[in-house]
């Protein structure tokens, strides 16, 4: 356990537990409202939460456990797919059930450790445990991923995501039938306030905005082409159960156990189905496109049946 006593500058009076975390001991901002929401942020001997505000010349008090080491285990992901690979990059078909990179509480295959195990090289820029990774999937989605090669690739793909100038098209199907069958979520992302895991639409959330397009509408689901404008953890699945209408088969997020059961799915419907970019090295833009695996277009036949 570590421990930091200090006091409130003026210059940060008013803000935020966990903006001032982040500003005066270079937490960021997850790992500052993680620490708060343990109860290991003390102001003049009393509990703050991560939304409460502080005030000049207050004793601030920390306490939080040092965030444990992960390493990368080269583990061979076969039907890992490599859609494109060049010196400065490499853009990946991801199959569900395998992360982005290794974490706490995950235990399963990541794309990084794959590239590894197949003596794939890549930039050694980021955290030890994600170096070249500059954009994520959820382990439960399937589809296009770009990993830095180079450490020009590397931070001129973390540059493209950060300003907005990637396109990230995926693909879903959803309960029900979004009213308007087309149109754009503007709603703020954080962390669920009574879930570690989850996400939802707060109010102090961070800015997320989502244009979706309804493809095809069936009896009781719909296929959306969704393009992200913005890009906050689980974003589609939380804006789309805001609507009521979530992701077939994301469970966490509150979807019909009957339905993902006789379209055969053992996982929410989603699909990275298209990727483009200003390429790095060539300066030229590229676009990658993704097929649906096997069990989105077994459910797809299924409900096309319908």
Known sequence: MEHRSLPVPDGLEGARVDQGLAK???FSRTQAADVASAGGVLVDGSVAGKSDRLRAGAWLEVSWEPPRTLEVEPIA???LGIVHDDDDLVVVDKPAGVAAHPSLGWNGPTVV??????GFRISTSGAPERQGVVHRLDAGTSGLM??????RAYTALKRAFHDREVEKIYHTVVQG???PFAGTIDAPVGRHPRSEWKFAVVADGKHAVTHYETLEAFPSASLLEVQLETGRTHQIRVHMA???????GDAMYGADPTI?????LERQWLHAKQLA??????GEWATYVSEYPADLAHALDVLRAD
């Open 177 to 179: 039938h979004p009213d």
């Open 77 to 79: 992901v076969p039907d």
């Open 146 to 151: 770009v990993v830095a090669k180079s450490e």
């Open 242 to 248: 805001a609507q009521r209408h979530p992701c077939v």
């Open 277 to 282: 970019f200003v390429h790095p090295g060539a």
């Open 260 to 264: 993902s059961a006789r379209l055969g």
């Open 24 to 26: 005066l001991l270079g």
């Open 113 to 118: 450790g794959a590239l590894a195990a197949a």
